[in-house]
Antibody
Framework: QVQLQESGPGLAKPSGTLSLTCAVSGDSISSNNWWSWVRQTPTKGLQWIGEIYHSGSANYNPSLKSRVIISVDKSKNTFSLNLTSVTAADTAIYYC???????????????WGQGTVVTVAS | DIVLTQSPLSLPVAPGEPASISCRSSQSLLNTNGYLYLDWYMQKPGQSPQLLIYLGSNRASGVPDRFSGSGSGTDFTLRINRVEAEDVGVYYCMQALQTPITFGQGTRLEIK
């Protein structure tokens, strides 16, 4: 059974950096899947942040691209999110998810973490 | 960015009755490989989204067959044959044709 678990501080300071890690179990981070971050707010709904492949190749949402880095740690079977220069608008529930890549097709985000609430406040 | 517009935003349904949710895309989601890159998710209260339908019409593993997806190009529909109490939640469509991946605004299904 594949499981994803987010971890990290629940509070970030304005202008600081938000850092989260997603631990993957039941699958290898080096498998033929992409690993993604999605966030959710009451006002903007679900927002895709970006994704990474085990090779390190990453894609980001242009609206966040200047502030986001997603990285992978194959030795720990984890991937991480760093979001810099945060403001109150970055307060959200942050989810990690697996994009199921089968025979060249993207078959949806089939596994999600439970989500972690991050509040940006001083 | 591709914009997805869902309707209705609120959907009260009596148990046992059918339900239908529409998702319209600002551009075609038909890939050159012939597949439609539109997924459907359901989010129950307090939970993460869960995959219902991928590539337009394929039910994800473990999803009851009362859920079905259809569509072509820019117009998509999620149907529930007979709504059950456990179907309460918010339903989202999502396009995976191009980045940034985008979601619809969500449709809240409630039981009458």
């Amino acid at each position: 059974q594949v499981q994803l678990q987010e971890s990290g501080p629940g509070l970030a300071k304005p202008s600081g950096t938000l850092s989260l890690t997603c631990a993957v179990s039941g699958d290898s981070i080096s498998s033929n899947n992409w690993w993604s971050w999605v966030r959710q707010t009451p006002t903007k709904g679900l927002q895709w942040i970006g994704e990474i492949y085990h090779s390190g190749s990453a894609n980001y949402n242009p609206s966040l691209k200047s502030r986001v880095i997603i990285s992978v740690d194959k030795s720990k079977n984890t991937f991480s999110l760093n979001l810099t220069s945060v403001t109150a608008a970055d307060t959200a529930i942050y989810y990690c998810a697996r994009s199921n890549f089968v025979r060249g097709l993207i078959e949806g985000y089939d596994y999600w973490g439970q989500g972690t609430v991050v509040t940006v406040a001083s | 960015d591709i914009v997805l517009t869902q309707s209705p935003l609120s959907l009260p349904v009596a148990p046992g009755e059918p339900a239908s949710i529409s998702c319209r895309s600002s551009q075609s989601l038909l890939n050159t490989n012939g597949y439609l890159y539109l997924d459907w998710y359901m989010q129950k209260p307090g939970q993460s989204p869960q995959l219902l339908i991928y590539l337009g019409s394929n039910r994800a593993s473990g999803v009851p067959d009362r859920f079905s997806g259809s569509g072509s190009g820019t117009d998509f529909t999620l149907r529930i044959n007979r709504v059950e109490a456990e179907d309460v939640g918010v339903y989202y469509c999502m396009q995976a044709l191009q980045t940034p991946i985008t979601f619809g605004q969500g449709t809240r299904l409630e039981i009458k």
